[in-house]
């Protein structure tokens, strides 16, 4: 779609409102970056991978208490006062690890409940965030919670404020969940007492600090190495009839094989005379048994205020979750959508353009017919007398009669055109009304049947009208689009604008016609018959997009309309960004008002449903819809270098680059362009397809909240005659 001529408000007598593009909302944008990349970090923390529990080796142990060292499982070191629990002879407490896991967890609890043994959950903050009725259903069960940590790091690793970070945020997720906070805590990584070394020591010391019991384990099932259920069995197993605490784990992995060996654990133990209880409980065993009169409380009633702050941080990882799960289906979509487009684009228009270049190609007799051509114009003075002249010297057989209707312009546009003397050129003077105004008084005084329209803005090649009415020869063709070309190739933004042009615009528009729902034939370069504008109510002021809005009324009336690619024109493209994005908004706003102008008709029986039907579709799909969730791409490709496998995450990016660049150079091949502009495609990845998400969103926004947008002067410069054979 090229550029359109604009309409300002008219004289005072018959002023109307005027309203205006607004300016990008780039404070709109960056304080959506801002929520956007709030989310994804919350995603990335709560989703930190973890590997197995392993048991720390060749470490000194120098600052280690032998009382530790040789000790037993529970430590507690508040007070700088250091002691070493062990659990009474004959007495189990399982533990788990990794926690709670939809899956695995609830089986687990089945097997606990058949047996009717409580345990201890060393659960991970975050699954607890994901998973709170789990954690529910344990409290409620009588089993004990411990703190595994949020998201599960090397404690060690860490600075002292982000290991206090893991253990408070795993509080109030508790909190949040079973109404609870825990005294008891076990670190990622740790194994045996006697595996406890200078590097872990200071950890020890600061939980008991922070009035954590640190629990250990003294037999090891192994199960995350999936051994089998006989020796995850074997190894839980304590020597002779001691007490110990055991190790399992009830996520992280495939758990099945935990699951079989509890199962015949429990009754086992129990038959050699065993009984099961929590850490807590096993502990004040151990103290009763000695006499000391103490009691550990490993759960207790967290306080509202926790629970309360437990819920925020519950709904914000949910809330990230959901967010990276909704951007992967996204991210699906976008990858169907660009997949089926591509596929199409290969072979209906590459077959569309073979077709057309056959030897024995032709639309019918030659079309010698005279040609009135229109040109609307509005404040033109830049490029008006060489677009005239351009139209005025073609070469068409029958004739070219040029009407310049000028649309109550304030810089003389009317007097350079008039000041042409060219005998084949008309000037007509009216009051601003808009393009759709000027277009339809252009073809009430047009003296013939075919009608062409052009922008004030552009220049055809000599041959252009020739060529672009010959497709008339079939009777049922009712409008023809032309080539549409940027003709100010120079800036680099003009060169994106120069590849999205034959990429997105051309390249589709041999797509459309071969899927018979062609939706707009661009303002810079088309033809008409007028049997067909009458028929499809001529120009309308309905929509911004008048040429979106009258070719899928001629869609609808059952004309066909085609591409004529030899039909070059070259417009003037945006030279900033800020003009750009006026442009933009307008043909995306404009192209959903004609969309929903024209939704009633998908219900209609013949040409005007199945028209309807498949260019709604397409431009939903590809024109709305895939500019809409393409972000998702850089979003997560952004996620991936910070927070997932970068090497990964650079070949995808690449590979969905090459994807674009083939297609690219598909589409400037058979549109006859050099390929060697494409070098500035990886850089339009990073800025230019950014603003035209912008401009999409906002323009859904103005359409959701019913506003109402007006025609806006772009900056124009003029093109250089010389340009109009650059490509040739």
Not at 98 to 127: C, H, N, R
Not at 583 to 599: E, I, L, N
Not at 673 to 680: A, D, P, Q
Not at 701 to 717: E, F, S
Request: charged share 20%; with cysteine.
């Amino acid at each position: 779609m090229a550029d359109r001529p604009n309409a300002v408000a008219p004289p005072a007598a018959v002023r109307r409102v005027r309203r205006v593009v607004p300016s990008p909302s780039w404070a709109v944008l960056g304080m959506l970056l801002v929520v956007l990349a709030g989310v994804l970090f919350v995603a990335a923390y709560a989703n930190a991978a973890f590997v197995p529990d392993t048991e720390h080796t060749d470490h000194d142990q120098t600052r280690v208490p032998a009382a530790v060292v040789d000790g037993g499982p529970i430590i507690g070191a508040a007070d700088g006062k250091v002691r070493s629990y062990r659990l009474p002879a004959r007495t189990i407490a399982l533990t788990f690890d990794d926690g709670p896991d939809p899956m695995w967890t609830p089986e687990i609890l089945q097997v606990l409940a058949k047996y009717d043994v409580k345990a201890t959950f060393f659960v991970m903050g975050s699954q607890v965030a994901r998973h709170p009725a789990l954690v529910r259903q344990m409290s409620d069960e009588g089993h004990e919670l411990g703190v595994h940590t949020f998201t599960h790091p090397d404690l060690a690793n860490l600075p002292g404020w982000r290991r206090r970070l893991e253990y408070a945020q795993t509080q109030l997720a508790m909190a949040s969940a079973a109404g609870v906070e825990t005294s008891l805590i076990r670190f990622p990584y740790s194994s045996f007492a006697n595996a406890i070394d200078d590097r872990d020591w200071p950890l020890v010391t600061e939980a008991g600090q922070l009035g954590y019991l640190t629990v250990l384990n003294d037999t090891d099932s192994l199960d995350w190495e999936r051994p089998g259920a006989d020796k995850a069995i074997a190894n839980a197993i304590p020597p002779g009839y001691s007490g110990a605490i055991t190790l399992w784990h009830d996520a992280g992995g495939e758990r099945s094989q935990t699951v079989a060996a509890l199962d015949r654990f429990i009754p086992l133990m129990k038959e050699r005379g065993y009984r099961f209880t929590t850490v807590s409980e096993g502990m004040n065993l151990a103290l009763a048994a000695a006499g000391i009169d103490q009691r550990v409380v490993g759960n207790s009633a967290a306080s509202q205020a926790d629970r309360w702050r437990g819920r925020f941080l519950v709904w914000a990882v949910q809330g990230a979750d959901g967010m990276l799960g909704l951007f992967g289906f996204l991210f699906v979509v976008v990858g169907v959508l660009t997949i089926g487009r591509t596929v199409m684009l290969f072979v209906l228009a590459v077959r569309h353009a073979r077709r057309r270049r056959s030897p024995d190609w032709a639309w019918g007799s030659p079309v010698t017919d005279p040609v009135s051509v229109i040109v609307p114009a509005y404040n033109e003075k830049e490029g008006i007398a060489a677009a005239v002249r351009s139209l005025a010297g073609g070469d068409h057989p029958g004739g070219i009669e040029v009407i310049v209707v000028d649309d109550g312009s304030t810089d003389g546009t009317a007097d350079i055109a008039d000041g042409l003397g060219l005998p084949n050129v008309r000037v007509v003077r009216k009051p601003n009304g808009g393009k759709a105004s000027a277009l339809n008084t252009g073809v009430a005084l047009a003296r013939h049947e075919l009608i062409v329209m052009v922008d004030g803005d552009t220049i055809l090649e000599r041959d252009a009208v020739r060529r672009l009415v010959q497709p008339f020869a079939d009777p049922q063709v009712g409008a023809v689009a032309g080539n549409v070309k940027v003709g100010n190739r120079k800036s680099l933004i003009a060169k994106w604008q120069h590849i999205e042009y034959v990429i997105g615009f051309n390249l589709d528009r041999r797509l459309y016609e071969t899927l018979r729902c062609m939706s707009t034939v661009p303002g810079a370069i088309g033809a008409f018959r007028r049997q067909a504008l009458r028929y499809a109510g001529g120009m309308s002021d309905d929509t911004l997009a008048e040429d979106t809005d009258i070719t899928m009324a001629m869609g609808r009336a059952g004309w066909k309309v085609v591409y004529e690619e030899d039909a070059r024109a070259w417009t003037e493209a945006p030279a900033t960004m800020g003009q750009l994005w006026k442009q933009r908004y307008r043909w995306s706003y404009g192209t959903m008002q004609a969309m929903w102008k024209h939704r009633r008709s998908l219900f209609d029986r013949g040409a005007s449903g199945r028209y309807t039907r498949r260019c709604l579709l397409f431009l939903s799909l590809f024109g709305v819809l895939l500019p809409l969730v393409a972000p998702v791409i850089d979003l997560l490709a952004l996620y991936g270098l910070f927070f997932l496998d970068r090497t990964e995450t650079v070949v995808a990016w690449l590979i969905m680059l090459v994807v674009q660049t083939v297609t690219a150079a598909v589409a400037f091949r058979l549109d006859r362009e050099k390929l060697g502009v494409l070098w500035v495609l990886p850089l339009q990845q990073f800025v230019y397809r950014q603003l035209m998400y912008l401009v999409m969103v906002q323009s859904v926004v103005t359409a959701l909240t019913g506003g109402r947008l007006g025609w806006q002067k772009l900056r124009r410069t003029g093109l250089e005659p010389t340009l109009t054979n650059a490509s040739r």
